[in-house]
């Protein structure tokens, strides 16, 4: 039921994976809202056509679940009145919330998921983060050229959509590259596991030149680790999955000198990303991750999109609708990972950077790679 | 033709050899006692026959069937029905649901008809209904019918298994110590109702029983074995007065 | 030949956390035939407190690694049996005194399980915990095969672990009593042993059991989060019914069944495919074994 | 010296149904006492209230007491019943432990006593003395005993607990008559060692022709009491109890 | 009980009478609009649930087996009644145009359902032909395989999206719409579950049914006493493996994306705690375990963590208070006498 009164604050959905197999991305993705909002509540709230509106932020747990999402996300869009979502950020459930917001013609960005499903004829719905089809050609190239390598070996998490997708995406570039067979080794493990001795030395006894890991940091630790007590010594490369500072915590010395592709460095930041970075950590205590960064993101474009309708339309599926095309309709959005707008599909257009694990766990900036 | 005839009836568990050799038969409309020291292979006879085991040796045939590769259900079917050492009904279902669910094997009627309720699934249930119905009645526990058997005394639970085993109207019913645990009391009851069932539902009845009372005022014959086979056979007076029996299994003095 | 050997040495290792883990879990489950589904928890938990315990003794109380690894051992062991019995206590027991159907007993421990973690998450957080290096890791490397300090040091412990057990289910009173309890509760204070304090034994051995597993597994993967136990649960459940439920030699060899499966199957097809093939071969194993390797069927006689 | 054993205004029921209404009698150190009645009169309800264990659907003690030698003991634990004031019991229905051999379920009887090793093996070979089966049976899983067989566990069992009152439920359900006098005869010798009885038994005539005095128990009440004898004669008793 | 089915034709009925009024009422509620996406979805996952609870308490309550991979079956159904609708009624780019038009899909619906339903009951036969020889725990850990199976193949299926999962089965509700605009998803998930507590009535109340208790409780004595116990076990796993698969099938079609990861061990023990929180072997109590459950996670979403505690916490006070679950094996009607006088629930 749409009230005709003027909304006194701007209502926008949180739809996370509090609980489930990711909470920490749960986690930063709230943290990060958390900062946002009260910064800018500090001020008065967001500034739409010279009126100050407090921001109000709904987080809703989707459990990491697609039918929870689908839920959670007809709860903020039916009930709460959203004027906009953020989330969910794995594609499992971003896919079917998608599917719900663009029904519902709400506005939606996933800041993290790399499904194309997730936006591919939606247009209400939108990604922060880049595709595969993008990263994995800037992963292959930088490998080729940095280890001087001809082959490679792959272990993906099969149970985890990002990494298979990531993982299908890197063997056929580096095939089309290198020529067919030259992935030596193509192996999985599954959720939850932390043993991975067998797929480990099946690729060892490949012999690849380097080894691509798409897996989650946590899972990167382990492998690491285990590779190298298995006698592997080339060098690893990962997608951005690997960004986040709990990698050097938890893999130390083993991970130095490797290099992944990612949406920004932290180490030698400048401006609004070092700010960022600075303030997430003195008030949580850790380095944000990509899934910060990338929320970050979502929500700033969500805002500016908002603030470019230069109303608040009494009227939610108006307002909703203006906010869609301003959404669509940014020429540049100067976010801390890079600068972005958005394609036909709602995908980012946007830059890559790698970048190499130094003694001091620092991700250093290597090089940038941007979409022609 | 005997309705059952045994012939070498061996079993074997790992090395113990709980039957050897047993040959026995029955004619249609006997009442046969099978009696013998604990551990002597009765049991196992019944478990044999009723298809619970396979024998190691030896052949059972039924009414000119040999039972041999029949699984239970099958051997059910051709009608045989027989009570447990230990009861064993089931427990938490109502008394009538009990003797319905022994019914199985003429319910007649397939899954489809169970979902669409047809007129010959209607009509079967009836039949089985009543049959249920009609048993309680002759035994006179019908007050019992929506009772779960785990709350009866143990006396009526006998009763309620000879009941369920009598509603799938068999031709051979074997009773594993009717009447233990029953109280001296309910003991001649016991000894009426079964020579009533037998003349009733004319039915063969073989028991295994240790009540000397109970087989010899109901069977015509006994048969007596020991460590697995035979050792006598012969009427009650007989068998009583067999030198053998008395050292094996009756004892010669009384308390 | 080195690939086969490897794999060997990989399964062995992997097979000793199965059954370090499976050992606790048949215990209880052997006595009470409770699935304690909360099991993997508690060896969650055990991890969690070697990690305090260790980064504690490490930092601030600065003792040395050694020493801070003889001191964890058994504190974690204890702290966990404290959650078992606690759990015993609290949330089994009344269920059992009332006469509740195993399988309420079941989903209350699922339930405690759930409580366990994601209590875990809301109190600490969602950041992994990286687990200190206790004992520096030495690779040994010979005829192409390598294997690490640790590694060896596990296959020992679940061997001593296995040892242990063993003796006091088949050869003490304790043990013949627990077996007891296992087929009839009501019938084992008539013989004078008192059920209750059987039980509780039962779960200090057994929780402590999975305390042991968990430090030995944050030494060995030292990556912490609070639904690290939720797999290795089910797993170790699969070991102790293949083995044969409730027998420790089950739950020993179960648990390296279910090790050389898996990486046994990841080592010779695609790995993409384990699952597929590994659970195959199990189910064709349980359907023709059908108690397991020692179990043996009640109601064989009637 | 009070009673060994006296059980006063004993009332028990499962769940909503009174089985027991107000049960009187007592035992004396030394003697035999027999309980008898029919099926369902609440003779098994009795000994399972004596014996404290308590099963999740079994009876409730509602009113009344059972005192040994003076005291209480409704207050008590089952297994304390059995270790501490040495009074065991064989439960209808036999309950041996089918998953442990016949020696095991011997050996986990003598749990709570703390007699020498060599008392402990003169038990033994008392037990397997009167029943020969077992002792041929002795590793055999005792699940796949036969009926008699169980039986015989599940009286030998009580021998080897030691203790110095036993309460037993038809010990000879299932047993073959040569046995059951067997088994008798050695309760006997027992008794005569000082081992006091308390008896349920549905085979009346038997029962009464071995204890001391006797009980009969109707419909949860005591309704005849009186030395064997004097029962045996007693033509109400021996219509309704001792059968044809 | 001793009145016979033509004594009381209206007793026959009314209960039949009165799911069907509920049923319209709130497909004619939604409507109108008058209960929102928001809330109907959630009626939805519950009417999905119901048929889930319902149809794992045929073989883990009435049977007394103890099936952990239920989440398998739903997953069978749910990729297979997918991928017929989108064959049948959607052009999509893995399967091509559409095999018939769109619009039919209002009457041939079932068709996907039912072809959801019966690739799940034959998967059921995987865990049916071992309980031939295998009981108890040991059964448990074949349906834990089949479940880890069925998802490893879908990983291992590129034709059905892999782990990535599979997007499409939208378009064939929208088709409906564009025929008569009504709820049409909500009418046919409210019909499923409907029809799967008509099943399972009709089975468990029939001579036929009544052996599967009997299994549970003593399988030799039944077995001894004539029931064919295999193909008792057969046809119940079949039955209970195939409603799983419809309501795969019409979970699909709601949230209108698959993923394997969806159906593992942790949507099996849902269905599970609802099976006996609601009571083993009452079909009143499956359904009123799964409406509570199902309403309990919705109202607790905004608690965020602190939901997987307090659930779990609620739920281990309600088995305190009632070990033997909400209902028992009793039935709404045993519970209230009363009840009787309206309807029968045979
Ligand atoms: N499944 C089995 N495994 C091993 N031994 C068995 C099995 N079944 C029976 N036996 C053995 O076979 C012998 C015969 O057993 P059975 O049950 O037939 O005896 P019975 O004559 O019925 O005795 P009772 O009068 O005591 O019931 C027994 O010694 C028993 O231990
Ligand atoms: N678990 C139970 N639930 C409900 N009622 C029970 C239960 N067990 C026994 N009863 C009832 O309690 C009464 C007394 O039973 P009890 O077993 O004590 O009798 P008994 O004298 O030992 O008979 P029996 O000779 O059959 O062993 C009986 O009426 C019986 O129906
Ligand atoms: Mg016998
Ligand atoms: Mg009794």
Redesign the interface.
């Known amino acids: 039921a749409g009230c005709s009164q003027e909304p006194e604050t701007i209502k926008i959905g949180f739809n996370v994976e509090l609980t489930g197999d990711i909470p920490k991305v749960g986690e930063s993705a709230k943290f990060t809202a958390e900062m946002i909002r009260e910064e800018i509540n500090a001020q008065g709230g967001l500034e739409v056509g010279g009126k100050k509106y407090p921001l109000e932020f709904i987080y809703l747990d989707n459990e990491s679940k697609p039918e929870s999402a689908v839920n959670a996300t007809l709860k903020l869009v039916e009930q709460d009145g959203v004027m906009a979502m953020i989330g969910p950020n794995s594609s499992k459930c971003a896919v079917p919330a998608g599917g719900v917001c663009n029904e519902r013609q709400t506005p939606m960005i996933s800041p993290w998921s790399t499904n194309v499903d997730t936006t591919k004829g939606r247009p209400w719905v939108f990604r922060a983060a880049f595709l595969d089809s993008f990263q994995a050609p800037v992963a292959a190239n930088f490998a080729a050229k940095q280890f001087n390598a001809k082959t490679t070996a792959v272990l993906f998490d099969i149970s985890n959509d990002f990494s298979k997708a990531m993982a299908d995406t890197f063997k056929q570039v580096w095939e089309a590259k290198m020529g067919p067979g030259t992935v030596l080794a193509f192996e999985s493990h599954g959720a939850k596991e932390q043993d991975f001795s067998a797929q480990l030395t099946k690729i060892i006894a490949a012999k690849p030149d380097f080894f691509f890991l798409p897996d989650l940091y946590n899972h990167v630790a382990l492998v690491v680790k285990q590779a190298r007590h298995l006698g592997y010594a080339g060098p690893f490369m990962g997608p951005d999955s690997w960004a986040s500072a709990e990698l050097m915590a938890l893999c130390g010395k083993d991970c130095v000198g490797q290099f992944f592709s990612t949406h920004y460095a932290a180490a030698g930041a400048q401006g609004a990303t070092k700010d960022f970075i600075d303030r997430y950590k003195a008030k949580y205590g850790y380095v944000p991750d990509d899934v910060a960064a990338l929320n970050w993101d979502a929500t700033h474009i969500m805002l500016q999109a908002i603030q470019n309708v230069g109303k608040i339309d009494p009227d939610l599926s108006a307002q909703r609708k203006a906010v869609r095309d301003a959404l669509a309709n940014i020429k540049q959005f100067d976010g801390i990972t890079g600068k972005m707008r958005f394609d036909a599909e709602g995908d980012p257009i946007k830059c890559a950077v790698v970048v190499r694990i130094a003694e001091d766990g620092q991700f250093i900036f290597t090089e940038s790679v941007c979409p022609e | 033709m005997p309705l059952l005839s045994i012939t070498g009836l061996s079993k074997n568990f790992g090395g113990l050899t709980a039957l050897s050799g047993l040959d026995m038969s029955l004619e249609d409309g006997e009442m046969v006692g099978l009696i013998g020291p604990n551990g002597a292979g009765k049991t196992t006879v019944f478990n044999l026959v009723s298809g619970f085991y396979q024998p190691s040796a030896g052949r059972i045939v039924l009414d000119g069937r040999p039972t041999s590769g029949l699984r239970p259900h099958q051997i059910a079917a051709l009608g045989v029905a027989r009570t447990f050492q230990n009861i064993r009904l089931w427990y938490e279902m109502s008394v009538l649901d009990n003797i319905r669910v022994a019914q199985h094997y003429r319910m007649g009627y397939g899954l489809l008809d169970v979902f669409r309720r047809t007129a010959r699934y209607r009509r079967s249930e009836r039949r089985i209904d009543a049959i249920a119905h009609e048993l309680l009645e002759a035994m006179d526990l019908s007050q019992y019918a929506h009772e779960r058997p785990k709350n009866l005394p143990y006396g009526l639970q006998r009763l309620v298994e000879i009941a369920r085993a009598m509603s799938m109207r068999p031709r051979l019913l074997l009773l594993d110590e009717p009447a233990a645990g029953l109280s001296s009391a309910d003991v001649d009851h016991l000894i009426d109702l079964v020579r009533r069932i037998h003349d009733e539902f004319h039915v063969t009845i073989w028991m295994i029983e240790h009540q000397m009372k109970v087989v010899m005022s109901l069977c015509s014959r006994i048969k007596v074995i020991d460590l697995g086979s035979s050792i006598a056979e012969g009427s009650p007076e007989r068998i009583q007065c067999d030198p053998a029996v008395i050292k094996a299994y009756l004892g010669d003095e009384t308390l | 030949m080195?690939?086969f050997f490897?794999?060997v040495l990989?399964?062995l290792?992997?097979g000793s956390?199965y059954a370090l883990i499976a050992l606790g879990y048949t215990l209880v489950y052997g006595v009470l035939?409770l699935?304690n589904f909360a099991h993997g928890d508690i060896f969650m938990v055990g991890a969690y407190v070697a990690y305090f315990a260790a980064t504690m003794f490490l930092g601030e109380v600065g003792l040395g690694p050694g020493v801070t690894l003889a001191l964890i051992v058994p504190l974690t062991m204890l702290a966990t049996a404290c959650v078992g019995v606690a759990l015993e206590r609290i949330?089994y027991r009344?269920?059992r005194?009332?006469?509740?159907?195993r399988?309420?007993v079941v989903?209350?421990a699922?339930?405690?399980g759930?409580?366990l973690?994601?209590?875990n998450?809301?109190l600490l957080?969602?950041?992994?915990k990286?687990f200190p290096e206790l004992v520096p890791?030495t690779?040994y490397?010979f005829a192409g095969l390598?294997v690490?300090n640790l590694k060896l040091a596990v296959i020992a412990t679940a061997v001593a672990a296995f040892a242990v057990l063993h003796f006091i289910v088949t050869k003490t009173?304790i043990g013949?009593?627990m077996?007891?309890i296992?087929?009839?509760s009501?019938?084992?204070?008539?013989?004078?042993?008192?059920?209750d304090r059987i039980i509780v034994f039962t779960f200090i051995l057994g929780s402590g059991m999975a305390g042991l597993a968990g430090v030995m597994?944050a030494m060995a993967?030292?990556?912490l989060?609070?639904?690290?136990g939720?797999?290795?649960g089910?797993k170790a459940?699969?070991a102790a019914?293949?083995g044969g439920?409730g027998d420790i030699r089950g739950a020993f060899l179960g648990g390296f069944l279910l090790a050389f499966l898996?990486?046994?199957v990841?080592?010779v097809f695609?790995?993409?495919?384990?699952?597929?093939i590994a659970?195959?071969v199990?189910?064709v194993f349980?359907?023709q074994r059908?108690?397991?390797v020692f179990?043996?069927?009640?109601?064989?006689?009637? | 010296m009070s009673r060994l054993l006296e059980v006063t205004g004993l009332r028990a029921r499962y769940g909503k149904i009174d089985a027991l209404h107000g049960v009187d009698f007592h035992v004396e150190r030394g003697e035999i006492v027999t309980l008898i009645g029919a099926n369902g009169a609440g003779k098994t309800t009795t000994l399972m209230a004596i014996s404290r264990a308590r099963p999740p659907d079994g009876p409730r003690v509602k009113a009344g007491d059972i005192r040994h030698q003076g005291q209480s003991i409704l207050g008590l634990a089952p297994e304390k019943v059995v270790s501490e004031l040495n009074m065991a019991l064989t439960p209808t229905g036999r309950r041996i432990f089918g998953n442990l051999t016949v020696g095991e379920n011997l050996s986990l009887a003598t749990y709570a006593r703390r007699d020498d090793k060599a008392g402990i093996k003169r038990d033994y070979q008392r037990v397997y003395d009167l029943f020969p089966r077992l002792a041929e049976r002795r590793r055999q899983r005792s699940e796949s005993l036969s009926g008699g067989e169980q039986q015989m566990l599940a009286v030998g069992r009580a021998l080897m607990s030691r203790c110095s009152f036993l309460l037993l439920d038809e010990p000879s359900m299932g047993l073959a008559p040569l046995l059951v006098q067997d088994m008798f005869r050695a309760l006997q010798a027992l008794n005569r060692e000082g081992m006091t009885i308390l008896l349920v038994e549905q085979n009346a005539k038997l029962a009464l022709k071995f204890a001391h005095r006797g009980y009969v128990l109707s419909t949860g009440e005591i309704v005849a009491s009186g030395p064997c004898a004097q029962l045996m004669d007693d033509p109400e008793v021996k219509k309704a109890y001792l059968g044809g | 009980m001793d009145q016979t089915d033509e004594q009381r034709p209206m007793q026959k009925y009314s209960l039949n009478m009165a799911m069907a009024a509920a049923l319209v009422g709130v497909v004619a509620l939604a409507q109108v609009g008058a209960i929102d996406l928001y809330v109907q979805s959630v009626l939805m996952f519950m009417a999905i649930n119901v048929i889930m609870a319902s149809s794992l308490n045929l073989v883990n309550g009435f049977m007394g087996e103890f099936s952990c991979g239920h989440g398998g079956f739903m997953c069978v159904g749910a990729y297979v009644g997918s991928v017929l609708s989108m064959m049948l009624f959607t052009d999509s780019h893995l399967y091509g145009a559409a095999l018939l038009p769109p619009q039919w899909a209002v009457a041939l619906f079932p068709l996907v359902l039912l072809g959801g339903g019966a690739a799940a009951a034959l998967a059921g036969v995987i865990v049916a032909v071992p309980s031939f020889k295998t009981r108890g725990d040991y059964l448990a850990i074949i349906t834990l395989a089949v479940n880890y199976i069925v998802i490893s193949a879908v990983h291992n299926l590129d034709i059905v999206g892999g782990p990535r999962g599979l997007t499409g089965m939208r378009p064939t509700i929208m088709a409906m719409g564009q025929v008569v605009d009504l709820p049409w998803m909500m009418i046919w998930v409210l019909v499923g579950a409907t029809g799967c507590l008509f099943i399972i009535r009709r089975y468990v109340n029939s001579t036929y049914g009544k052996g599967v208790i009997a299994i549970s409780q003593d399988e030799i004595a039944a077995e001894i006493m004539s029931v064919n116990t295999n193909r008792l076990k057969l046809i119940t796993f079949m039955v209970s493996s195939g409603l799983a698969g419809v309501a795969g099938a019409l979970y699909a079609h709601v949230v209108g994306y698959l993923n394997p990861g969806a159906f593992d061990i942790l949507k099996s023990t849902e269905a599970m705690v609802m099976v006996y929180l609601g009571g083993m072997g009452s079909l009143s109590g499956s359904v009123i375990a799964a409406v509570l459950f199902t309403l309990l996670l919705e109202v607790l979403r905004p608690l965020q963590i602190y939901k997987w505690v307090i659930v779990p916490l609620i739920l281990i006070l309600l088995m305190q208070f009632r070990p033997e679950g909400l209902m028992g094996d009793k039935e709404l009607s045993d519970i209230f006498p009363r009840l009787r006088k309206y309807f029968t629930f045979k």
């Open positions: 080195e690939y490897q794999n990989n399964a290792q992997w956390f035939s699935i949330a009344p269920l005194r009332k006469g509740a159907h399988l309420y989903i209350t699922l339930m405690c759930l409580i973690e994601n209590g998450l809301a957080g969602a950041s992994r990286s890791t690779v490397a390598s690490t009173k013949l009593a077996r007891g296992a087929w009839d009501f019938a084992i204070p008539l013989m004078g042993v008192p059920p597994f993967y030292p990556v989060e609070p639904y690290m939720a797999l290795i089910w459940f699969i019914v293949i439920i898996e990486i046994g990841a080592a695609p790995s993409t495919m384990r699952d597929l659970f195959s199990l189910l349980m359907w059908p108690t397991g179990g043996v069927a009640r109601n064989q006689k009637i």
